[in-house]
């Protein structure tokens, strides 16, 4: 069956560092790929989004593009700030299954 | 205006009872969703919604029932509550299968 894998954290960077949050996917089709984030005590709320191969999503100075040879779809950010604490899903959708399958999640801690 | 609510956002309730959450979108989507977060983070689908078709995920209990009045709304029914139900529950919608899914705020429910 589909399965994401991601980097579970906690992920503790200081302010205005350079962000990789990693995510790798394994499907039978050929799916959608989407990042989620998901701050404390809220519901999650969709970053970014790729469709296909070779595809860049982009939202907010976050990052990821859709490599279909290495099945990843890895986030990045320039530069973090205190605000983008939260934990951040990596999910797919494939057209052989039923609704999202999410990643565990990655915690991100920013610090001053 | 508010997506995708919910309500009630806290529901603390006894083991035994039968309780429904309410679930509605103003988005005009097609298919609907409710997923259970554990305490680990951990998003699992528990059903979609989908044009008056109903796909259920294989692993949830029968004593979890989908309700949809109509379009907009899908409320979650969960009889004879028990301990192990104790998560958040999200309500999702989505323009079609397979699309990006806008969430809900998330329902805490805590059985005792």
């Known amino acids: 069956g589909d399965s994401v894998t991601q980097m579970e954290g906690p992920v503790t960077l200081s302010e205005e560092a350079f962000l990789t949050i990693n995510c790798t996917y394994t499907a039978t089709g050929y799916p959608s790929l989407f990042w989620y984030v998901q701050y404390p005590g809220e519901g999650l709320q969709l970053l970014l989004k790729a469709t296909k191969a070779d595809d860049k999503g982009s939202n907010k100075g976050f990052e990821a593009t859709y490599r279909k040879e290495t099945t990843s779809f890895h986030l990045e950010k320039g530069s973090v700030q205190v605000s983008d604490s939260a934990v951040y899903f990596c999910?797919?959708?494939?057209?052989?299954?039923?609704?999202?399958?999410f990643g565990k999640g990655t915690h991100l801690i920013i610090q001053p | 205006d508010t997506a995708v609510s919910q309500t009630p956002k806290y529901l603390v309730t006894q083991m035994g009872n039968d309780k429904s959450i309410k679930c509605e979108q103003n988005l005009g989507h097609d298919t609907m969703y409710w997923y259970k977060q554990d305490s680990k983070k951990f998003l699992k689908i528990m059903f979609s919604y989908n044009n008056k078709e109903l796909i259920i995920n294989e692993t949830v209990p029968n004593r979890f029932s989908p309700k949809s009045p109509d379009k907009a709304h899908l409320n979650l029914h969960i009889n004879s509550l028990e301990l192990g139900d104790s998560a958040v529950y999200f309500c999702?919608?989505?323009?079609?299968?397979?699309?990006?899914?806008?969430f809900g705020p998330g329902t805490r429910l805590t059985v005792t």
């Open positions: 999702a919608s989505s323009q079609a299968l397979f699309y990006e899914q806008y």
């Open positions: 999910a797919l959708s494939d057209r052989g299954a039923d609704g999202l399958t």
